[in-house]
Antibody, heavy 122, light 110 residues
Framework: QLQLQESGPGLVKPSETLSLTCTVS??????????WGWIRQSPEKGLEWIGT???????YYNPSLKSRVTVSVDTSKNQFSLKVTSVTATDTAVYYC??????????????WGQGTLVTVSS | QSVLTQPPSVSAAPGQKVTISCSGS????????VSWYRQFPGTAPKLLIY???KRPSGIPDRFSGSKSGTSATLGITGLQTGDEADYYC???????????FGGGTKLTVL
């Protein structure tokens, strides 16, 4: 059974970089059938797609976040990662990683990691 | 405010049927597939419906999805108190090249 688990600091200072890793178990991140995505959720913005990566390294980003976001993959560790630079309080959210079908036209997320709360505060 | 419009809340009695709507436009629902998710408080969303009307393995046939034009609908029959949760629709927004989610609908089973 495929499982995903987010890890990383729960508290980040304003203007610094948020870094999270998603570890995939029970399946290979190098599967040609799927992509791997990051989604966040806050009371203010609801669910918000951040970005997605294919095992080959091809990335897709939410245009509203693209200038500050980098998603990368480490197939040897079966992990993919998220970096968000220059964070502000508006980046405070629960961050989820998930397996994604494709990106354009048809896209769905399953399963999801349990989520990790990241708070931006000094 | 989300590009996809869902009613903030719906309610129905146990055993009854409820539908949750998701309204969009030609640049999103009208030309792309819709997925639906259920989220219990403090937990991650779970996929209920993908590609407008397909159920993943393990999702009971009490859950159904449909799409017509620029709107999609999630239907739940045989309501149970355990169905109380938040429900979200999602699709691709072609004009912005981004995945978008609806604002969510809170289902109450009276």
């Amino acid at each position: 059974q495929l499982q995903l688990q987010e890890s990383g600091p729960g508290l980040v200072k304003p203007s610094e970089t948020l870094s999270l890793t998603c570890t995939v178990s029970g399946g290979s991140i190098s599967s040609s059938s799927y992509h791997w995505g990051w989604i966040r959720q806050s009371p203010e913005k609801g669910l918000e797609w951040i970005g997605t990566i294919y095992y080959s390294g091809t990335t897709y980003y939410n245009p509203s976040l693209k200038s500050r976001v980098t998603v990368s993959v480490d197939t040897s560790k079966n992990q993919f990662s998220l970096k968000v630079t220059s964070v502000t309080a508006t980046d405070t959210a629960v961050y989820y990683c998930a397996r994604q079908s494709t990106v354009v036209v048809t896209n769905w997320f399953a399963p999801w990691g349990q989520g990790t709360l990241v708070t931006v505060s000094s | 405010q989300s590009v996809l419009t869902q009613p903030p809340s719906v309610s129905a009695a146990p055993g009854q049927k409820v539908t949750i709507s998701c309204s969009g436009s030609t640049s999103n629902i009208g030309n792309n597939y819709v997925s639906w998710y259920r989220q219990f408080p403090g937990t991650a969303p779970k996929l209920l419906i993908y590609d407008n009307n397909k159920r993943p393995s393990g999702i009971p046939d009490r859950f159904s999805g449909s799409k017509s034009g620029t709107s999609a609908t999630l239907g739940i029959t045989g309501l149970q108190t355990g169905d109380e949760a938040d429900y979200y629709c999602a699709t691709w927004e072609s004009s912005l090249s981004t995945v978008i989610f609806g604002g969510g609908t809170k289902l109450t089973v009276l």
